[in-house]
């Protein structure tokens, strides 16, 4: 059973819910309705049950949720990495004009825009501009 509470007088609502492994996870609600915070509550027991049940796979929402961002931030966020692993500058300037480059030719806003056949298109591409 899932409950709902205020947080250090915040005005949204959070809800407090054990995942599928057992351990207490908190989520905002991001609503001040309480109504909405319950039916957001139900949504997450409900998919905690179907992950326990073995219906779904816990893998799978990562991969959903990461399906949902768009690309710009997937490319952001392994810049942020490369930086922060210690990479040269020229280096990372390097990666972000063919990854800027990439997501312009085959106009990919989410990563399930990104299939095979338009990343060859656009290596083809490069192959023949040299």
């Given amino acids: 059973m899932a409950s709902i509470f205020r947080r250090n007088g915040s005005p949204?609502?959070?809800?407090?819910?054990f995942d599928h492994t057992g351990r207490r996870?908190?989520?905002?609600?991001?609503?001040?309705?309480?109504?909405?915070?319950?039916?957001?509550a139900a949504k997450i027991e409900e998919d905690v049950a179907l992950t326990r049940a073995?219906?779904?796979?816990p893998r799978n929402a990562g991969y959903v949720a990461a399906g949902k961002m768009?690309?710009?931030?997937?490319a952001d966020d392994y810049l942020a990495h490369?930086?922060?692993?210690?990479q040269a500058e020229?280096?990372?300037?390097?990666?972000?004009?063919?990854?800027?480059?990439l997501l312009h030719t085959t106009r990919a806003s989410r990563i399930s825009d990104l299939d095979?056949?338009?990343v060859s298109k656009h290596l083809r591409g490069?192959?023949?501009?040299?």
């Fill in 12 to 17: 949204n609502l959070y809800v407090a819910y």
């Fill in 25 to 40: 996870r908190e989520r905002s609600a991001r609503t001040t309705e309480r109504r909405v915070a319950e039916r957001i």
């Fill in 54 to 57: 073995g219906v779904v796979d």
């Fill in 70 to 74: 768009p690309v710009r931030r997937h």
């Fill in 82 to 86: 490369c930086k922060h692993v210690g």
């Fill in 90 to 101: 020229r280096h990372i300037l390097n990666k972000k004009g063919h990854l800027t480059a």
């Fill in 116 to 118: 095979a056949d338009a």
């Fill in 126 to 130: 490069l192959k023949d501009t040299r």
